[in-house]
């Protein structure tokens, strides 16, 4: 894994919340996705059943009963995680999307 890039703390992600329901897409097909595991306004780590390749682009659609929000970025690293037999992938989210990702931030931490 590569080193600790982000200037801003990350929130872990427990059971308690998020409540709504989130999509990982890869040019238009859904992803394996088995969690989200920490978020920044910036970026975000993720737990997924496939190994994503650096610089690939991908979308996280979010839902709950209050709002559908879509975030994209780019995959930065993805490492295989020998503990679930899964694979752990950070994204940077996209730069020119701040209102998006902020409110993607707030309603997955809320």
């Given at each position: 894994m590569e080193n600790?890039?982000?200037?801003?703390?990350r929130i872990s992600i427990?059971?308690?919340?998020?409540?709504?329901?989130?999509?990982?897409?890869?040019?238009g097909q859904p992803v394996g996705l088995r969690?989200?595991?920490?978020?920044?306004p910036f970026g975000l780590s993720l737990l997924l059943e496939l190994q994503l390749t650096k610089?690939?682009?991908?979308?996280?659609h979010y839902s709950d009963e209050e709002a559908e929000l879509v975030?994209?970025?780019?995959?930065t690293w993805c490492v295989a995680d020998?503990?679930?037999?899964?694979?752990?992938?950070?994204?940077l989210l996209n730069e020119?999307?701040?209102?998006?990702?902020?409110?993607f931030f707030k309603a997955v931490t809320a």
């Open positions: 600790e890039r982000r200037r801003l703390a427990s059971s308690e919340y998020p409540q709504g329901q989130f999509c990982l897409y890869i040019n969690a989200l595991r920490d978020v920044s610089d690939s682009e991908v979308t996280l975030v994209s970025g780019t995959v020998d503990i679930s037999g899964c694979f752990r992938a950070g994204v020119g999307a701040v209102s998006d990702n902020t409110a």
